[in-house]
């Protein structure tokens, strides 16, 4: 798989592999008289896939919200853990070099964690936090390339004159965001789809694009919300090698939310399930998988005998 | 899109690849097209000139509009009331306090572009058919306005505009629309460029992100309110420039020349030409400001077998203007710049049919 060296590391967290990285305590979200999560707690590892699983309606794509920032939980706390380097930059400032380094020294760190909860969208994004979308959100209009420069909108600097008038530094700027963006369409394989607009692509490839231009945020962590929704057997396979590659190759954390229990079990560490807006178990898939609560929400009482 | 001459292009650099032009039938067209624009004012009278001259003007405007409504998705009904703001501002600056034109002009693309700003605040909270109305209500405020405040035509209702003079240079009557033609022309060129610029950057896509799915735009990271704003602005810097060169070139601006009908000609000229299509904007405004012409000329033609439509002439141009929009609407949604795309891609892929 491994094609060439890539130059770029897409992991943006700070985190030594191991340690917790995002903590969700006592998380509630109400609409109204409707419970979407009632006391959700977890925690996700740095370096793992974490699965979310659950019926449906039972509240994950609304905790995956909560988490970027789309939903403004009503209750409950999420926080994004960091190492504090030696300069004290926050999370999201550090420069890739400084990035990487903090990442891999095993020496002990001081940490420290930022607050999700009550940021806008924009402002998680750029504390790492990527995601993908159920249904796909990709900018249609746009070329794969196109959608992929806008995962790295938060690396660039936006000014509207030196862009005007196409300014070295403007110049020089989409050329070097684009050589990490040609990384990813290698490492996912979309070279044939580069200059076409998403619109026109078919949807495994528009599932494809949407990780890529999460990826191409560099995230600390990236959620996926069912990467393999309405995909055949073989195409789950491909985006299954895909988000191991992801997470082999780039050491990216990952929370999934997906449907397809084998799915579940082969690629993820650490399982949460959530029935009703509740966290049910939480443990590694053998573990949910044998748990009887579980098998009550999936299969019925009556199977269990 | 055109796939037809992405076949045998390899590139070395994506410096050549962000190229605007790259293949020789491209170089050819341009070319032809500088020809062209060099030949207008040795071939065409004045009065033909001088719609040419209108036609450039509008461009600037379409393009403006096009960056707001086409590219960012924010539809705007308040073209005409920023087109007054440049107008007005860029003439009381020259002719009121000296100042000189260029100078005034920038002022007044500053201003209609904080006024946008201003304007665009709604569209924060507001989205399609309601900023609409939001822009509407703007567009009556600026001309209730400009209607009302005597200080701005000293009483008159309109204002007489000096001649441009630009540093000593000053427009002579003798070619005053070729001394003009020339001028638009460059500007309209600079337009064009900056524009297609921008879009070629990291701000004009998160325009375009925010156009095709703000939701996931803002969950790329993109700051909505500071995007939504920054279109405003940098739409209104070309409306505002547009209206600035009206005021200097038809040397005499009143409200009436800035009311609902001159906002939905623009709609209209990015509907025609493209939304969101540098190019298409520059279609539209030429096709929108010669259809006129074009109308009163088969009128003239048909005369002598239908007087009706010579009698009925301004219902004949109401009549056409709403029907070319509506053809549009239905047939070719995406305009001129589709239509000629696939023109392009018909020889190109020829003898082949795709």
């Known amino acids: ?37 009632s006391d959700v707690s977890f925690t996700v590892t740095s370096g793992t896939i974490h699965a979310v699983i659950g019926p449906n309606g039972a509240g994950k794509s609304s905790l995956l919200n909560c988490v970027s920032g789309l939903y403004k939980p009503t209750e409950g706390e999420i926080v994004l853990r960091h190492v504090v380097g030696e300069t004290g930059r926050r999370l999201g400032e550090h420069s890739p070099e400084e990035r990487e380094r903090l990442a891999t020294d095993a020496s002990p760190h001081e940490y420290a964690s930022r607050t999700l909860t009550r940021l806008s969208p924009n402002r998680v994004a750029r504390l790492g936090v990527a995601r993908s979308f159920q249904n796909i959100e990709l900018f249609e209009h746009l070329t794969v390339l196109e959608n992929m420069m806008l995962g790295r909108h938060i690396h660039m600097r936006q000014n509207v004159f030196s862009a005007m008038l196409w300014l070295g530094p403007a110049r020089r700027q989409e050329i070097e965001h684009r050589e990490i963006v040609e990384e990813i369409i290698d490492l996912l394989q979309l070279q044939a789809y580069r200059k076409k607009p998403v619109g026109t692509l078919a949807y495994g490839i528009q599932k494809r694009v949407e990780l890529g231009r999460a990826l191409a945020l560099q995230p600390a962590l990236l959620l996926l919300d069912e990467p393999m929704a309405g995909m055949n057997a073989e195409e789950k396979e491909d985006m299954a090698r895909y988000i191991l590659d992801v997470h082999e190759l780039a050491g990216v954390s990952m929370v999934l939310i997906e449907h397809d229990m084998n799915v579940v079990m082969d690629i993820s560490n650490r399982v949460t399930v959530l029935d009703f807006g509740r966290v049910i178990a939480d443990g590694t898939p053998a573990e949910v998988m044998a748990d009887p609560q579980v098998i009550e929400a999936y299969l019925g009482t009556e199977a269990v005998r | 899109m055109s796939a037809a001459i992405e076949t045998g292009r390899h590139h070395r650099s994506y410096t050549s690849e962000m190229r605007l032009w790259h293949t020789r039938p491209q170089m050819i067209r341009m070319a032809l097209v500088a020809v062209i624009a060099i030949l207008v004012p040795f071939v065409f009278d004045n009065y033909w000139l001088s719609i040419a001259n209108t036609a450039l003007i509008a461009a600037v405007g379409a393009i403006g509009l096009n960056i707001l409504v086409g590219y960012t998705g924010q539809i705007s009904l308040g073209q005409g009331g920023f087109l007054a703001v440049g107008a007005f501002t860029s003439v009381i600056l020259t002719d009121r306090l000296g100042m000189p034109a260029p100078i005034s002009i920038l002022c007044a693309v500053v201003l209609t572009s904080v006024i946008g700003v201003i304007i665009g605040l709604p569209a924060l909270r507001l989205k399609g058919l309601y900023l609409a109305i939001a822009t509407l209500a703007s567009q009556m405020l600026i001309i209730f306005i400009v209607r009302r405040w005597n200080w701005l035509t000293e009483g008159q209702g309109f204002v007489d505009v000096n001649r441009l003079e630009v540093f000593g240079f000053r427009i002579e009557r003798s070619s005053f629309e070729q001394q003009w033609y020339v001028i638009l022309l460059i500007i309209t060129i600079l337009a064009a460029i900056t524009a297609t610029n921008l879009f070629r950057t990291g701000v004009g896509r998160s325009f375009m992100a925010v156009r095709d799915q703000d939701i996931a735009a803002s969950a790329m990271g993109v700051n909505l309110t500071r995007t939504k704003l920054t279109a405003f602005a940098v739409s209104n810097a070309y409306v505002g420039l547009a209206g600035a060169l009206l005021a200097h070139y038809t040397e005499i601006i009143s409200w009436e020349k800035f009311t609902i009908d001159v906002s939905i000609l623009y709609l209209a000229m990015i509907i025609v030409g493209g939304m969101g299509s540098i190019a298409g904007s520059i279609y539209g405004a030429i096709f929108m400001s010669f259809l006129p012409v074009m109308v009163r000329m088969v009128a003239d033609a048909l005369g002598g077998v239908l007087p009706m439509l010579q009698r009925q002439l301004p219902a004949f141009e109401h009549a056409i203007f709403g029907l070319v929009i509506i053809v549009f609407l239905i047939a070719e949604p995406r305009g001129l710049n589709r239509i000629w795309q696939r023109i392009k891609d018909f020889f190109g892929f020829w003898p082949f049919r795709y």
Request: hydrophobic share 35%; glycine share 10%; no cysteine.
């Open chain 1, 1 to 37: 798989m491994r094609t060439r060296a890539y130059r770029h590391s897409l992991n943006g967290s700070t985190m030594p592999p191991g340690q917790p990285l995002l903590q969700v305590s006592d998380l509630s979200l109400r609409f109204g008289g409707v419970r979407a999560l």
